[in-house]
């Protein structure tokens, strides 16, 4: 009998895990108590536990995103798994080539989710870590993404409010939707000092036979280099990861 209180208390914190997917990548407490039937004291119970074990993450407005520890446990899955071996060889090779630091991302929901990167110690410093979520307005991979995911989606961020990072972030609807419309026509994605100043970065998409989208690999450098004759370098990679695909 005192194994069954404890198998619950397992299935509540899985329901709460459950609750974030691609639609809801953030939520509150209310939101979450709602959707697992929880007592609001309860929910917050299990969230303040999931959160000191790194399984979920506070943000500072309060609400909750999927954390690191569950990302890693994630990428354990074949899908994510593979698609990081088979696109490393190609970002060591374009690494390699720039001396820059090269990115690898793919669409969770509102952001784009860092898989796999490499930093350069002579590009321009960055934050940016695996498991880590960038914006899909302001950088390289978020707009190669964004472009690919449709109008929909472009219209939900758009009605939440673009943020400014930079006084070169577009935040106008109009204005980034015919940037999306160029990054689709060239398959390559430029964000200069849009994120952060002095940094700009180059992306291109990473394709199924099929045409599909599933990520994006970037170069990120210091402002002033000129990404342009980068475009090529991360094209080719981008081409050759999306060979591999077929392997996935």
């Known amino acids: 009998?005192?194994?069954?209180?404890?198998?619950?208390?397992?299935?509540?914190?899985?329901?709460?895990?459950?609750?974030?997917?691609?639609?809801?990548?953030?939520?509150?407490l209310t939101e979450i108590a709602a959707r697992t039937d929880l007592p609001l004291p309860t929910a917050h119970r299990f969230l303040a536990e999931l959160t000191t074990g790194g399984w979920l993450e506070r943000l500072p407005d309060g609400r909750y995103r999927v954390g690191l520890r569950l990302w890693k446990l994630g990428t354990l899955a074949p899908s994510y798994r593979n698609l990081r071996e088979l696109a490393l060889p190609y970002m060591q090779d374009l690494h390699t080539a720039t001396r820059e630091n090269i990115q690898l991302a793919v669409l969770d929901g509102g952001t784009a989710l860092c898989v796999e990167n490499i930093n350069s110690v002579r590009s321009v410093p960055t934050r940016t870590r695996i498991g880590g979520r960038l914006p899909l307005h302001a950088t390289g991979v978020g707009k190669v993404l964004l472009a690919a995911a449709g109008v929909d989606l472009l219209t939900t961020l758009s009605e939440k409010g673009l943020r400014r990072f930079t006084r070169y972030t577009i935040i106008e609807p109009g204005r980034l939707s015919r940037t999306l419309d160029t990054v689709r026509d060239e398959q390559v994605a430029f964000s200069r000092e849009e994120m952060t100043l002095g940094a700009c970065s180059v992306a291109s998409p990473v394709t199924t036979d099929a045409g599909a989208v599933v990520a994006a690999v970037s170069i990120v450098a210091h402002s002033s280099v000129d990404i342009d004759r980068l475009a090529f370098a991360v094209r080719t990679a981008a081409s050759g990861i999306s060979r591999q695909t077929k392997l996935l």
Do not use: G, I
């Open 1 to 28: 009998m005192a194994e069954e209180p404890r198998r619950s208390v397992v299935r509540r914190l899985l329901s709460v895990l459950a609750t974030f997917d691609a639609a809801t990548p953030t939520q509150s």
